[in-house]
């Protein structure tokens, strides 16, 4: 079954750096990668979704790539900000058709001031 | 745009008690699904409604859990009897149509079993 690996260790950083989380995956080719953020005590919010065939995405401050061959997508965050402190979680298509999504522990964030 | 709205926010019961959650999904949104998320995971899928037809519900813990969706639109998830394990957040989350894959969350509902 699918797996998926994402940091759990916690990602500190100093405001302005560009943050930059991993989400590797074990098994198959998704048709599709999302990031999500979540903030304590709330459910996870949709950020961006880069497709099979799709090797980056941009939105704002936010960059995503997607490389099939390493299994593996990148989250970029640049000039961050303290308020950009949060889980992110990446999340696939569970392969299976139906919009089913496997979800991953989410790595932590934190930008220090 | 209202978003998904869950109620009860926080729940304490014993274990062996039942308990209920309830979803309001965004309106027209056709899809509709709960979460299971435990302190430190990701969420997991337990169940998955198409209107309110069940789409998928192969992780639900079917001799405990129950899920149903009337008329396609609020949810209900049930817990009965509950165990120590099933200490967790509840999330629903909805999706507008087959053309999205973007899911809307609402707030969970933190369930304590003691």
């Known amino acids: 079954s699918q797996k998926i690996e994402q940091n759990s260790e916690a990602l500190n950083i100093q405001e302005g750096k560009t943050a930059t989380l991993t989400c590797n995956y074990t098994n198959y080719s998704p048709a599709y990668l999302q990031w999500y953020r979540q903030d304590p005590g709330r459910g996870p919010v949709f950020l961006l979704l880069?497709?099979?065939?799709?090797k980056e995405k941009r939105k704002e401050r936010l960059k995503v790539t997607f490389d099939t061959t390493l299994k593996q997508s990148l989250f970029h965050i640049t000039a961050s900000q303290p308020a950009d402190s949060a889980t992110y979680l990446c999340?696939?298509?569970?392969?299976?058709?139906?919009?089913?999504?496997?979800f991953g522990a989410g790595t932590r964030l934190f930008v220090k001031a | 745009e209202a978003g998904v709205a869950q109620s009860p926010r926080y729940k304490i019961i014993e274990k062996r008690q039942s308990v209920a959650f309830w979803c309001n999904p965004i309106s027209g949104h056709a899809t509709l699904y709960w979460y299971q998320q435990i302190l430190g995971q990701g969420p997991k899928l337990l169940i998955q409604f198409q209107n309110n037809g069940v789409v998928d519900d192969s992780q639900l813990p079917k001799d405990r859990f129950s899920a149903e969706r009337l008329k396609g639109v609020d949810s209900t998830l049930k817990i009965q009897p509950a165990k120590l394990e099933d200490s967790a957040v509840y999330l629903c989350?909805?999706?507008?149509?087959?053309?999205?894959?973007?899911?809307?969350f609402g707030p969970g509902t933190r369930l304590t079993v003691t």
């Open positions: 999340a696939l298509d569970m392969g299976t058709g139906g919009f089913k999504t496997i």
């Open positions: 989350a909805s999706r507008p149509d087959r053309a999205s894959y973007e899911q809307y």
């Open positions: 880069i497709r099979e065939n799709e």
